[in-house]
């Protein structure tokens, strides 16, 4: 069958049209072609181009990475790739021949090239560690091992009330990584993602803002949530290759090979459901070890093509811990003091509606200092005083991701980039260590939304070691560091709709200002018996269907459309108040007027430093009390206010 294929090919003079004629062999029960999308290129399953030679072969390769490195080399008119090897070609053959091993791309739109950074644009380090509240020394948490992250602090500007949009983390990665809110991406749960047709899939996001204004840009870890989007956002977000032409894909898993040298199993850990101790033979590593070692090798080439090119880096690196299980080496375990702190309140408060507790999947009743709603745990709580034990692990897994967020500082003084090196660390959301009963995060409450955020800029921030009041959110990450590195942002333009956060910049050059008096998350609730999941019966603890407001589900395996409840938060500096709600499924959007509970809560005092930050607040709900009865009005219509604010036109239909 044959077809004609229109390319455009670059020319001395603009941009010539070749029109070439291929054959292309068909047949009705072929799989779809894989996909080049994002880079104006055709793929062809079956097919393969045998002239001209290609004049660039690029091996260790795959589609996505070959498929960019055509669209950013402006030689290049069609690729073919063999196995893993990709071929540049810069020209088109006069015919094709059949092979089913063979992936050729015929047709090709060369994209814009990136726009050149501005001239003295400024660096980003992105650190981003899974699970971490502000349990730092910087923070005052006395059992802390942190001296990076400190030190960090020192030299920069803390945020005491920085907040999450989402206590859990793929829609709170979607959130930040992209810039919009949740009721922008449409992701409340591990099914969606703001890539989906109809969302935002020609958003631009963070990391892709900086690519396109002429940046190196390379990740590794968890940034993105695995697989939403697809593919770590490949290759939108993300530069293909090094400064010599090597491929760069995402680097998220592989070379994982720890091996103990311990006789006993987990170097002797008391609990190793939950956390295991290593004493690492040689070249072996853990994952976030194996992710850390190429993202730090790529770090150098970064900061070094920096000195002999010019051309600013975003260098992005997530941390898996202290994701459960806390696996890690036993020096950080150690480090930390045997006698450590319990929770103040360790019982659920009784005037608190009961759909905003949680029930952990990743901890069980046996390891819980209560059960149930602070009802004190029966013979079967065989680990006494297991509480202490789980903050050590969780302190020593904190220090582990500190000594290695202290190499990329290290590199960054090595090297000389320090002071045109942004550095931003934060965690996806907060997470609770028994208070209230409650563990991990998926909360409304302070704990699992507040997480900790340091900046360091020595060109911005004049007041090193500053603790700002300053309210953030996480969403506001995108507008502040593109202000950092002195790039702008043409919100009117395609790709940067609905951006829904707040420059920090002013914060960062004057501790004592603020540039927002709300920050805003959410969380869904749902009936354990909802079957709203593209399989029906759902994962884990979503698949006992029982239907009691004391054992609602999390919604992870709820399509967005089938949700049954939804919490909005709103965070003043004085208050925080969330309103339960059902979720109408039609517009993807609260019905205000069918509330199933209110919580209000004082935070008059707290400067959330450790541990009064983590104890003594959100202990009483003022919900309904005659004498907050004006207040809790006026914040309700402020919260309604605020939260119409970032709704999204023409809400996507679920997903099938």
Known sequence: KLHTVAMMAPAALGVALLVTTVAVASSAASPPPPSCQGTGLEVKKGLCIPRPVSYKNIPGS???????????????????????????????????????????????????????????????????????????????????????????????????????????????????????RPDATHDYNFLNHFRQPGVGDEWVSLPQHFKDNGYLVTGGGKLFHEGLPPAFDQPKSWSPTGPDGTPWPYKDGGGVNATNMCSEKCCGSNDTAHYCLYDLKPDTYLPDDANFNVLIARFKEAVTNWHTTGQPFFVGMGFHKPHLPWNYP???????????????????????????????????????????????????????GHQAEMRRAYYGCIAYVDDMIGQLLDVLDNMGATNDTAVMVTGDHGWHLGEHNMWCKMSTLELGTRVPLIFRAPWVIKEPGAKTDALAELVDLFPTLSDLA????????????????????????????????????????????????????????????????????????????????????????????????VWDPVALRPVWNKTVGIELYSHTGDNGMSPAAFDNFENENLANNPQYHTLQEQLLGQLHTEVAKWFTPNPPPSVN
């Open 62 to 180: 795959n589609l996505a990475a070959c498929c960019s490195l055509c669209a950013a080399d402006e030689q290049c008119v069609a690729l073919t790739m063999r196995g893993d090897i990709c071929h540049l070609k810069n020209d088109i053959a006069e015919s094709t021949e059949h092979d089913s091993d063979c992936v050729s791309v015929t047709g090709y739109h060369a994209p814009p090239k990136p726009t050149p950074a501005p001239a003295n644009a400024k660096n980003i380090l992105f650190i981003v560690a899974d699970d971490m509240r502000p349990s730092l020394g910087s923070y005052e948490q006395v059992e802390a091992v942190t001296p990076n992250m400190d030190k960090l602090a020192k030299q920069g500007m803390l945020f005491r009330h920085a907040y999450v949009q989402f206590a859990y983390c793929a829609p709170s990665r979607n959130s930040f990584m992209s810039g919009r």
């Open 330 to 384: 036993r020096k950080f375990y150690e480090q930390v003091p045997e006698e450590v702190a319990t929770a103040k309140h360790q019982a659920w408060p009784a005037d608190v509606p009961h759909l905003g507790f949680h029930d952990c999947a990743e901890m069980s009743h046996p390891y819980w200092d209560t059960n149930g709603f602070g009802v004190p745990p029966g013979t079967g709580d065989y680990f006494s």
């Open 486 to 581: 002195g790039l702008s942002i043409p919100s009117a333009h395609k790709g940067y709709e609905y951006l829904g956060g707040t420059s920090l910049f002013p914060v960062l050059q004057n501790s004592a200002a603020t540039v927002k008096t709300v920050a805003l998350s959410q969380f869904p609730r749902c009936w354990q018996n909802n079957t709203h999941h593209p399989k029906g019966d759902k994962v884990g603890d979503e698949n006992n269907h029982t239907n009691s407001w004391e054992s609602m589900s999390d919604c992870h395996w709820t399509e967005r459309d089938g949700l049954d409840f939804m919490g909005y938060r709103m965070r003043t500096k004085e208050y925080a108040i969330t309103q339960w709600v």
